[in-house]
């Protein structure tokens, strides 16, 4: 859960760019950054459902021709977010 929760963090700091955003798109890059990372296979459940509703939230914000662009990331079987 640590590297899995790391990742986010490593994501901004790699990310200078991020800095100052207001839009939420650095905070979802973040969040997909985690859920696309190898750790995401051995969060734990609870975790990783709490992640991604927080990526889900922010992908459903989006104005609609981003959110045609972006692929929604889907990782796990078992997990489905709530609308």
Same mark, same amino acid.
Do not use: C
């Given at each position: ?5 790391? *990742? ?6 790699? *990310? ?68």
């Amino acid at each position: 859960d640590y590297i899995f929760l790391l *990742t986010h963090e490593i994501h901004h700091a790699e *990310t200078p760019e991020d800095r100052g955003d207001k839009s939420g798109r650095s905070e979802l890059e973040a969040y997909k950054a985690m859920l696309n990372h190898h750790s995401a296979e051995h969060a734990s459940h609870w975790l990783y459902e709490q992640i991604y509703q927080k990526y889900f939230d922010l992908y459903q914000k989006l104005p609609y021709e981003e959110r045609i662009k972006e692929e929604l990331i889907i990782n796990r079987n078992d997990y489905v977010p709530n609308p």
